[in-house]
């Protein structure tokens, strides 16, 4: 079994719709939890990071981490054309032991 | 967040030779990392490059194939070593985002695609 696991779609949507990602993970150490954007031919941007459980929003993105069931998701609200890239969640344990631990990512595309 | 760039952003080498990859930030930085994300992976931390003292490698990974340069905290280079096609992938540098240890979340640079004939 993979640490992360993340389904890699692709996901197609239309404009306006809510769009759910999501990573499930193995190693119940993990407290640090990112998701990052990738457009293609570009690095990797971070577009939330969450210390260990619960909800954080900014603008129409909000990120879940529930660490009892091992699962993290990212919510996109009102998608927009230019949401569409693939979407890598990420994990650390923390300290000096918290080399981050990737999912594939998820290939989302909005369509106008 | 810290500006980082890559040179090359791309290249397409011969089999059996070796590739420098440079990684400059803005701002200084006592740790940077480098990854590879081969196609339809997920990225895989190579190393750790803490200025002043030798790079950090991760299970795989070995410094003869791919040595690394830590001059001063705004700068690293990567040395892909005696190439072959399975070394064809992004390469990406990062350094330390939000956090306490600067390991927990991370910046990238925006990659160097190599391909390996």
């Known amino acids: 079994q993979k640490e992360v696991e993340q389904d890699p779609g692709p996901l197609s949507v239309p404009e306006g719709a809510i769009v759910s990602l999501n990573c499930t993970y193995s190693n119940s150490a993990f407290q640090y939890f990112m998701w990052y954007r990738q457009y293609s031919r570009k690095g990797p941007e971070l577009l939330m990071y969450?210390?260990?459980?619960g909800n954080k929003e900014d603008g129409r993105f909000t990120a879940q981490v529930d660490k009892s069931s091992k699962y993290i998701s990212l919510f996109i609200r009102d998608s927009q054309p230019s949401d569409s890239a693939t979407y890598l969640c990420?994990?650390?344990?923390?300290?000096?032991?918290?080399?981050?631990?990737f999912g594939k990512g998820t290939k989302l595309s909005v369509k106008p | 967040s810290a500006v980082i760039s890559q040179k090359p952003s791309r290249d397409i080498c011969q089999r059996g030779t070796s590739l420098t990859i440079q990684c400059q930030v803005d701002s200084q930085v006592t740790m940077m990392f480098w990854y590879r994300q081969q196609p339809g992976q997920s990225l895989t931390l190579i190393a750790t490059a803490n200025q002043g003292s030798e790079a950090t490698y991760e299970s795989g990974f070995v410094i003869d194939k791919f040595p690394i340069s830590r001059p001063n905290l705004t700068f690293s280079t990567l040395t892909v070593s005696n190439m072959s096609p399975e070394d064809s992938s992004i390469y990406l540098c990062?350094?330390?985002?939000?956090?306490?240890?600067?390991?927990?979340?991370?910046?990238f640079g925006p990659g160097t695609r190599l391909l390996v004939l």
């Open positions: 969450t210390y260990s459980s």
């Open positions: 990062s350094v330390p985002g939000p956090g306490t240890s600067g390991k927990e979340t991370q910046y």
């Open positions: 990420a994990m650390a344990v923390g300290g000096s032991q918290g080399n981050l631990i």
